[in-house]
């Protein structure tokens, strides 16, 4: 019985069966890794991933213009419908989007300020969407990728790997001086990223928050792999959903874009049709 199970035992690693029937029987076990060895493993994967994505072309993008579909989703997740928009980004600190066709609903933000044009004409953002704004920075995937792995006291560890939407992947965690833990999940084949989830907990109350993004169907655009499809989730129940149709970088966007004056003009343009509207409509009633 013995040299039966030795000659198939044999056979098996001849063939490379073995590694068929279990893929991960050689993977190195994070259990087993002192932490600088983790943190050198998900550095060099972070690396691989940023060149993956465009190396240079990737570290130095200026700015992007893009264009696509917004999914609406309900409280309980329901889709209510989609919008149409255009983004533009200094990344990572200047925003602002527009609804297409008529660009009369523009966000902007501009680091710790921000502005809305509504039919209501224009106003300040408030405190909760500042604070918003600064958070969802803070967890971005492409300002992590550019600046933040650099910063001090970041803790990084390998987390091992997995199978995550058919694709064989390393799982990488940071957690950041806030106490955020990010981790993302990089595929083996191309190192592209294909999902984050991001855990917080609210100082006040103590509840735990999961945030999951996932990236799919990447086309390369000037050097640049976009992921074309992202949507979140937080705690289980979809957010948004985001379709791009197209996307352009380094078309040296003018700052004057992510100002309060930039919104004024525009009202000045579609405040008219607006209050036009209302006039008649107060007259009819």
């Not at 000659?7 to 490379?16: A, E, H, K, V, Y």
């Not at 790997?161 to 965690?173: C, G, M, R």
Request: hydrophobic letters at 35%.
């Amino acid at each position: 019985m013995r040299i039966i199970l030795r000659i198939l035992l044999l056979s098996l690693l001849l063939t490379g069966a073995w590694l068929e029937f279990s893929p991960c029987a050689f993977a190195q076990n994070p259990q087993d890794m002192m932490p600088e060895e983790s943190a050198a493993k998900v550095k060099e994967i972070l690396q691989q991933a940023i060149q993956a994505l465009g190396g240079t072309a990737y570290l130095n993008l200026r700015d992007a213009t893009c264009e696509g579909r917004l999914s609406q989703f309900g409280h309980a997740g329901e889709l209510n419908g989609f919008e149409k928009f255009v983004d533009y980004t200094i990344p990572p600190f200047k925003d602002r989007t527009e609804n297409l066709p008529k660009r009369n609903i523009i966000s902007v933000m501009n680091g710790d300020k921000g502005w809305t044009l509504d039919r209501g004409g224009v106003s300040d953002a408030s405190g909760a969407d500042v604070a918003h704004f600064e958070e969802d920075i803070k967890k971005d995937i492409d300002y992590i990728l550019r600046t933040r792995i650099k910063e001090p006291n970041m803790v990084f560890r390998y987390a091992g790997p997995d199978i995550v939407d058919l694709k064989q992947v390393d799982w990488v965690e940071i957690v950041d001086s806030d106490n955020r833990t990010i981790r993302i999940a990089i595929s083996q084949s191309t190192h592209l990223p294909v999902r984050k989830i991001v855990d917080t907990r609210d100082a006040n109350t103590r509840m735990k928050t999961d945030e999951v993004e996932y990236y799919s169907n990447y086309h390369p655009l000037n050097g640049v792999q976009t992921p074309f499809q992202i949507t979140r989730e937080r705690n289980h129940i979809k957010i948004y959903q985001v379709f791009f149709d197209k996307c352009e970088y380094n078309t040296n966007l003018s700052d004057s874009l992510f100002t309060k004056q930039s919104l004024d003009e525009r009202w000045e343009k579609v405040g008219k049709s607006a209050r036009k509207k209302a006039e008649k409509d107060a007259k009819n009633n």
